[in-house]
């Protein structure tokens, strides 16, 4: 199978997630980078372009240059992937969507509601596909909780209780010449919401994803513990989904002991169900008044996609498959999408978060902030169109 051909902006020097994703790229052999505008420093721009292989008539030194020049070419990328902080995503994926362009981009979508509607517009005017990579809906057995939810194996549902706990940031970090804090911490570049724009959106889109419901209210405490951050650190919701679904939600990145714990259970009238991030080979099925049962991955008890699980039982898989089963599927659409099937129709029947997952995204922060500062008041939420 011919690799499709990818452009990247952002994942210079000192950046994460592009790392992950440069990673997750290769892991199917879906995708070859070939472009990129890597860093707003043209100097690191070319040396790091240079360092992954990347011819230098395709080393952009910014991502205008880069947009209009893939766009005009026969053999240009097929699509982009944006790594950058929170405040490019727009502008960026704006120009790229202009140029025909389909757009991978980390989460949230934009910084404001207002900048995500738009986009909206652009990525459906454009007819390209538009793909946020939430990535932990990806994951094999969270593919699989969905779909048991689905099925009716927990009965009608009744409660939701997500968490997402971190400790990175219990100092103030972002004054310690950290450079994924700085950003993360900066109003400017992150947007409004510090901890809820950074992990607190996976929770609820995880909540979102695997429970299938609609968010329609939510009463919101944000709190910043680090003197001197000018972003909350810490959120705690309560949440209403529609069918009198109730919901807890918890994030923080002031939480000693916890690395990456994110956390749901989903709980239902016949049954509950159990997955954590770090242990995520495991899910937990508890029918009320039985033994829980371990479903594993792989394991004879998995229903899933074969596509989705590349090792063994029992070899652990994660974070990283997590992102390449993203792409791998990303792959497919965009093939699809390049033989002339519609991009609007091949989103609405993929489990990929799209343009709409990214709104709802914004409108959930929105909401969150909201109502924190009505000391707790609660909020309603604009469903899905």
């Given amino acids: 199978m011919k690799r499709l051909k990818l452009g990247m902006v952002g994942g210079g020097p000192g950046a994460f997630i592009g790392g992950v994703h440069r990673i997750a790229t290769r892991m199917d052999n879906r995708f070859e980078l070939v472009a990129g505008a890597l860093s707003s420093h043209p100097e690191d721009a070319i040396s790091s372009a240079k ?44 120009s790229f969507l202009h140029a025909g362009i389909s757009v991978i981009c980390d989460k949230p979508m934009t910084c404001t509601l207002e900048e995500a509607l738009s986009l909206e517009q652009i990525a459906k005017d454009s007819g390209c596909l538009f793909i946020l990579t939430h990535n932990y809906s990806a994951y094999p057995l969270v593919r699989q909780a969905k779909q048991m939810i689905s099925d009716g194996q927990l009965g009608k549902l009744r409660l939701i209780q997500v968490e997402y706990a971190q400790d990175w940031l219990s100092t103030a970090t972002e004054l310690e010449g950290n450079k994924q804090a700085e950003w993360r911490s900066d109003p400017k570049r992150n947007g409004p919401g510090g901890c809820l724009g950074d992990i607190a959106t996976h929770a609820f889109h995880l909540a979102s994803f695997m ?52 956390r749901i259970r989903i709980y239902g009238e016949k049954a509950g169900i159990e997955w954590e991030q770090e242990n995520p080979n495991h899910l937990l099925f508890s029918p009320l008044g039985e033994a829980t049962q371990i479903i594993t991955r792989a394991g004879n008890a998995y229903q899933g996609s074969a596509d989705l699980v590349r090792t063994p039982g029992g070899h652990p898989e994660g974070y990283l498959e997590g992102f390449a089963n993203i792409y791998f599927e990303v792959a497919d659409l965009i093939t699809a999408n390049l033989t002339g099937e519609s991009a609007t129709q091949l989103q609405s029947t993929s489990l990929l978060p799209g ?31």
């Fill in 51 to 94: 360092a992954l292989g990347i011819a230098s008539d395709r080393a952009y030194t910014s991502y205008q240059q880069m947009a209009e020049q893939e766009g005009k070419l026969n053999d240009g990328i097929d699509a982009v992937a944006i790594v950058t902080p929170n405040f490019l995503h727009y502008p960026v994926a704006k």
């Fill in 355 to 385: 343009t709409k997952d990214g709104v709802q995204g914004l409108r959930f922060i929105e909401a969150v902030i909201d109502s924190s500062t009505q000391d707790g008041k609660w909020v309603s939420v604009e469903p899905l169109s």
């Fill in 211 to 262: 429970s299938g419901l609609k968010l329609a209210q939510v009463s919101a405490d944000l709190n910043t513990f680090v003197s001197g951050r000018k972003l909350d650190d810490n959120v705690n919701a309560m949440l209403r989904f529609e069918d009198n679904v109730k919901g807890l939600l918890w994030a923080s990145q002031v939480a000693p002991g916890n690395e990456n714990g994110l």
